[in-house]
DNA sequence: AGAGTGTACCGTACATTGTACGGCTCAGGT
DNA sequence: ACCTGAGCCGTACAATGTACGGTACACTCT
């Protein structure tokens, strides 16, 4: 992430790419669609830090520079394949609808497909989401995932922040396994074996001190799960809560009504 | 973040670092403690990314490599950074259960100091967590947190869950805030002004396409808020509703009992 | 068929990054 | 007075995103 500074993505560019057909090859088959499949096929194995510009041209055949005739710069380039990966997250628009359980049904539905895209493409938590969220698929999206919440006596604005709390648990439970897998895999250790390491530095160090409840918690969270963290537990365990929660706000508008 | 890869962290040594006293000077009165100043209000001002080893050098009137003999790599700084901000977020180890509202009033306040520290601090979202999380505030920190949780007839590793749920949360919410002010601080847009720029662009593109709730509550959340999104909104609506959850698996344990 | 033109392609160059390496300098002990 | 080890730092290197300017090809028009 040096040189020229990752350049901020021009948003009215940005759009324009991202409601394109991307199918007009140029006279070596070089493709839109092609540079951003191959972008994420290579972030899928490395992550978005590791990507580069050139690695991305490598693998296509291709000079580095030739990928600037199609995308503007790196910044574009991550907002179409942040919108290209939740393409195919629903089957149709009423798929979460149609789970059984009604709304509680759909919601599971939904986070457990927005689980799995942020499991299969870590690299989404490091796209910076905010104003790109316009693309084809993410529009759709949103709708889709907001239609189990109508009709149920909620005020837009709170089928929004429904929806928004759902997701934000999804993401930021996600966020912490990838890290977590990340982390094993850069520094080689297991948790056991990285436990097993700083151990003895840590009794060292932390005679004289004592935490009584964060030890006890501490160590029954480590030999329940194994690990200092389990995110499958913290989604359901997370989501179970957030939904008793909403289930509440929900039946006091239907009683009103 | 080119260079040589920015080697992760050596566990044990940054735990060594992160309990160790940081006072001593060498012989140009540089201290670990004044590097990790630096570099937090250098971070403070442009985020992690373009935090550079070279800058706080300079800030510090002394040669880059210097650093080196004190902090072994950035990784470890930003583990140091990380528990340094943390330092001060509890006046006492009782400070959160004595709020007023028993359990929940305590929650609300613990949420409240953590929304905090990620607003005066929105570089804490780059850092990777995982296995730094021992540093000495942050095990305090731990502790802090969980004792209003202790007692409640809980077990253990629901105690845990709890706060967790309620942490992610809060990171989450702060992360989306953090990425907004980013965004229009980089673009030099305010909401209103990107929305003009890309709004007859998206008009044209969108033309075909109709998404019926999507568009609804689309318009009525933009309107509500100014905004795309409201992260003060978004926190309060969700921590109430997490803490709602939260009520109903208490009050299940001391029907119980 | 031949000429002209625009666009796709790409080689080179540059600023910026983290840090390895090896040399210099000074404080303190003998 | 000298030696030693630690603090300090100048230089070098590999890697990044992309600006710039040149090259070569697929067309259209005569």
Redesign the interface.
Same mark, same amino acid.
């Given at each position: 992430? @040096?040189g020229r500074k990752a350049a901020?993505p021009d948003? @009215?560019r940005s759009?324009?790419l991202l =409601?394109g057909s991307h199918t007009k090859p140029g006279r070596s088959g070089l493709t839109v669609r092609a540079i951003v499949g191959a972008a994420i096929a290579l972030a899928d194995e490395a992550g978005l830090?590791a990507l580069s510009m050139r690695m991305v041209a490598d693998r296509l055949k291709v000079g580095t520079m030739s990928l600037y005739t199609h995308v503007p710069g790196k910044g574009e380039l991550t907002d179409l394949m942040f919108d290209q990966v939740y393409g195919d997250l629903y089957a149709d628009a009423d798929e979460p609808a149609r789970q059984p359980g009604g709304w509680r049904g759909a919601l599971e539905f939904i986070a457990r497909r927005n689980w799995d895209v942020l499991t299969a493409h870590p690299w989404i938590h490091e796209v910076? $989401?905010? /104003?790109t @969220? *316009?693309g084809?698929n993410i +529009? /759709?999206k949103?709708?889709t995932e907001? /239609?189990p919440l &109508?009709g149920l006596g909620l +005020?837009?604005?709170?089928? &929004?922040?429904?929806l928004? *709390?759902v997701l934000?648990?999804v993401?930021? +439970?996600a966020r912490?396994g990838a890290?977590?897998l990340? +982390?094993q895999r &850069?520094?080689g250790l297991s948790d056991e074996e =990285?436990w097993r390491?700083?151990s003895p $530095?840590?009794t060292t160090?932390?005679s004289g $001190?004592h935490?009584?409840?964060?030890? /006890?918690?501490?160590t029954?969270?480590g030999e !329940?799960f194994q690990s200092?963290?389990d995110p499958a !537990?913290?989604l359901s365990?997370?989501l179970?809560?957030?939904? &008793?929660?909403?289930a509440? *706000?929900i039946e006091s508008r239907s009683a009103v009504q």
């Open positions: 992430m @040096a901020a948003p @009215a759009l324009a =409601w830090e910076p $989401t905010m /104003r @969220a *316009l084809p +529009t /759709r949103y709708d907001l /239609r &109508d +005020t837009d604005v709170e089928m &929004d922040s429904a928004t *709390l934000t648990h993401q930021g +439970t912490a890290e977590q990340r +982390t &850069d520094s =990285w390491q700083i $530095t840590l160090v932390m $001190t935490f009584p409840v964060a030890g /006890r918690v501490g029954s969270v !329940h200092v963290i !537990h913290a365990f997370g179970s809560t957030i939904l &008793d929660g909403l509440q *706000l």
